[in-house]
């Protein structure tokens, strides 16, 4: 094997050009062969062009993985103070219980831990160290572009000893930044969420409608793998479970159940594409990452009255708002039958949010939770009614395990969980709300 030193620069400012030395290793070559072509300067080893251009002379450039477009695996020297910083401010993040980490050139690194973003003991990071800190990202991860093909990347990527992450890379002033979401070891159950028990009965059905619902950043992707990880160890049969998702976080292994779990853009072209196959590959349970389009709100029922159990993730505050938008997102014409058939497919809808703790160390989940009830019933089958699913679910408490956000609130304020002034700026209606909190503690 015949190795050739490349030495090229990345521009630091506009005045500071710090050079760095990338290794292309060849196999042997005849004597008179043309050599690998060399990076012009700013390109480094990063220019998937370099690769092809030896590929094409008879030299081949390898990589970790011994393909030529892996030539960028190879890093200078330099690069692993950067790496090495990336590592332990990703150990702090993780030690002190953080959600996310966000990184970027010309500040310290910040991590949001309890809901609040906090600032890393780090140093001012440049933009040379945010584009070696996202080099080595998309080297080590897989399906990800060449980093000179990168202005919005989101995808998986493992830190080995450190954690699993999605990892959402962007350009902004002519400089990397990276926030990353940090993806828990252990898959939640319903339980460590502090669901109610109805949700995982309403698992247990043979098909219908299950939604998710909540803002970004409410733990929607937690609640769903809490889901699948119910159905998997309690399902009374054996099913086949296809999830469609953004970028797989939580990995399942199978158990009771069979799990195929599916990335857009990797195993399948587009979440409406996955829930079609899905229906041809013998899935008796559909999980959805994002189902907030028409088409697949449709797919969704179509999937539904064909005997699949449909769970999917839609971003809408409450309940209410969840079914409003779900009823919009069907045609004109087919609303009447879908509000008719809406009665005999959903089992649940679970709208969430992330509060603070009362004492300081992480969040707490605060769920509005809907099961088909006799009430709930009425109300759906009566456009005019929707208004009402907030009291239906709030009477339906005690029988069939129904609650509103402001009666979750209220449980967490009572047992500890939440403080009293953050539930009341969160309450739906803060008076009504202060007024049950007091008959309560009565």
């Known amino acids: 094997m015949t190795v050739y030193c490349v030495v090229s620069s990345i521009e630091a400012t506009t005045t500071d050009v710090i050079p760095f030395v990338g290794i292309v290793a060849t196999s042997s070559l005849p004597v008179g062969t043309p050599l690998p072509s060399i990076p012009s300067p700013g390109e480094g080893i990063f220019n998937a062009s370099a690769a092809s251009a030896g590929a094409s002379s008879g030299a081949s450039a390898t990589g970790a993985t011994g393909a030529a477009g892996d030539v960028r695996r190879f890093r200078p020297e330099t690069a692993t103070l950067e790496i090495d910083k990336l590592r332990h401010c990703l150990i702090e993040a993780i030690q002190r219980g953080a959600s996310d980490v966000h990184i970027r050139a010309g500040d310290v690194v910040y991590a949001r831990i309890a809901g609040q973003l906090t600032a890393l003991d780090t140093p001012v990071l440049t933009a040379v160290s945010t584009y070696e800190m996202v080099a080595h990202i998309l080297g080590t991860s897989n399906h990800a572009p060449l980093i000179d093909e990168v202005r919005d990347y989101t995808g998986p990527w493992s830190a080995p000893g450190i954690a699993r992450f999605r990892v959402s890379v962007l350009r902004q002033r002519s400089s990397f930044a990276i926030v990353m979401r940090v993806i828990p070891d252990v898959l939640p159950s319903l339980a460590s969420l502090g ?105 969704a029922v179509r999937a539904s009255e064909a005997g699949r159990l449909v769970i999917g993730k839609m971003t809408a505050p409450d309940c209410t708002s969840a079914l409003r938008q779900f009823f919009n997102g069907l045609p004109p014409q087919s609303q009447d039958t879908a509000r008719l058939n809406i009665t005999e497919m959903l089992r649940a809808v679970v709208a969430q949010r992330l509060l603070p703790r009362a004492d300081g160390h992480g969040r707490v989940l605060a769920a509005e939770s809907l099961f088909m009830t006799p009430i709930v019933r009425d109300v759906l089958g009566d456009p005019g009614r929707l208004s009402e699913i907030r009291m239906a679910l709030s009477t339906g408490r005690a029988e069939f395990g129904t609650q509103t956000f402001d009666q979750n609130l209220a449980d967490l304020v009572i047992s500890g969980q939440v403080s009293f002034e953050v539930a009341l700026t969160l309450a739906t209606n803060s008076l009504d709300f202060e007024l049950q909190l007091r008959g309560l503690r009565r």
């Open 195 to 299: 669901l109610p028990v109805q949700v995982g009965q309403a698992l247990l059905s043979d098909f219908g409608l299950v939604f998710v619902t909540g803002v970004q950043g409410s733990g929607r992707a937690s609640t769903i793998a809490a889901l699948i990880n119910h159905l998997n160890k309690h399902s009374p049969r054996r099913r086949h479970i296809v999830t469609i998702e953004s970028s797989i976080e939580f990995l399942h292994r199978n158990d009771r159940c069979a799990i195929t779990q599916r990335e857009v853009g990797v195993d399948t072209a587009s979440f409406a594409r996955g829930m079609d196959a899905a229906l041809e590959q013998d899935a008796d349970v559909i999980v959805v990452g994002e189902m907030d389009e028409p088409e697949l709100l449709e797919i």
